[in-house]
């Protein structure tokens, strides 16, 4: 979120806080600096409340948290005593950040200081209950849906708003112009009254004339989203419980981000953005009542989870078919796919072979759920399909608790042509392989790779953060010995400490030598 300065504020309350504190100026080298530099150590300790505590400092300290450019709650208190604080500067200068974090709230703190902060902010708000548990979710929204819903003031001049309410219900405001809002993300929110969302972010009504990122997550209340805007870039639309119909106009939009709103529904849309750049589309696909326009600009696609073992022509696997189908004559981009193993296969047919043509691109990203199953059938399936790619990056996800339940002469191994049949990747340059544990499917699905890429000049190999040093000096011995000599082989793993930060292994750290 962007941040102004502040800094005229400040200076024009340095005459009154400086003169009425002057006999104090003396009694230490810290009070006699500037306010400005005073201000900058107060947002140093990070909240509003430890900078209120330095009144007890000396006189010259008592007012200065007062015009304070950020203010910062953390466990939040009542909501009537943030609204003293907000209102507690006379004449109040403008704040450019306001962020609240609370355990709980009901509409009536929450609404107690937003008005006020609505009238002093000119640049962002950040407001979250802290989310629960996944198993306390569903009763934590049930409890927030009889707690009523909070009215949302019109924030003329915020930048940035950011809402995450538990499921608080939340009602929009009829009247009144967003004219700065450039970002609006609204999470965990149950939307209440008479005022609709894509009123209030459509370009007809002029409530959000600049608004360019819209994210609305895990969000009940919206049954017919229409947004005609022309301003908008992002959309991000999660898990948008009872979405009925979708409508977006949106000329500029360049990124759209659909998961798991239409669960419950057929999906109905109408989709109309000719500059859209990225399409994340991981939800019910029929082209009998998804019109998703001209999309000639498209450079990446994402897709829902697609099931390797399932039912034929099941409806699970069939709209990712169909959505597949829809962009065949797109060229030039990425595609990013993920195959999914359940984690009973045993009585499940090999569905992968529905799948018989892919877009025509460059770059393919294969993530692969497989709950300890092995994955070579259906990589290999997929790389048949599009041999024309330049770049892959294969991307492993394996539960913890499901590293070793594939058992010997597990459905996986079918069918398998795979390990045996010839493939010509004679455009692949480069090749990432992220999430690596050292199981027996990944260390023979490795060095097949490296035999079907017959011009591979670089390989990337991350190790999954469970893996040690110790296990890895094994893994990359083994590894490094399918490779060629005009391949590069780069091996990555996480620092014990942090498990955040990938770093490469150096030739002493593999204590072998390879090219």
Known sequence: MAQGSGGGEIAAKRGKLSSSGAGAAGEDRLSALPDDILVLILLGLGS??????????SRRWRHLWAILPELRFYHSPDGHRIREVLGAPDPPPPLRWISVTAKDSGPDSLGAWLPEAARRLSGDLVYKIRVPRVDEEAEEEDQ???????????FENAAGIYLSLGFLGLALPFSGTFARLILLR?????FHGPCELGHVVSSQSQRCPCLQKLSVRYSRGVDKLTIHSESLLRLNLWCLKGLRQLTVVAPALKELKLFRCFTENQPIADISTPQLVSLEWRDSYDPSSVQLGDLGQLQRLKTDLSLVYWEHGSRENHGILKLLQQFRFIHNHIINITLAYLQDIDN?????????VLPHTTFLIMEILNNGHGFGPSSFHMLRLCTDIRRLSLVLHTLRDLES??????NCEQPTNWNTEELSLNRVEEVEITG?????????SVERLF????????MKMTFDKSVSKSQARELLQTLASFSKPETVVEFYMYHDADKESPYLLTPEDRIVTYH
Do not use: F, I
């Not at 509003?48 to 400092?57: E, G, K, M, N």
């Not at 927030?144 to 019109?154: I, K, S, T």
């Not at 690596?436 to 023979?444: F, P, Q, R, S, T």
């Not at 035999?451 to 670089?458: N, P």
């Open 405 to 410: 339940s594939c058992q010997s002469g597990c």
């Open 186 to 190: 609204l999470h965990r929110v149950r």
């Open 144 to 154: 927030a849906g009889e707690r009523g819903a909070v009215q949302l003031p019109c």
């Open 436 to 444: 690596l544990k050292g199981a027996d499917h990944e260390v023979v």
């Open 451 to 458: 035999s079907w890429a017959m011009v591979l000049k670089k």
């Open 48 to 57: 509003t409340a430890r900078a209120a505590r330095t009144s007890v400092l």
């Open 348 to 356: 499940l047919p090999y569905s992968m072979e529905d799948l018989t």
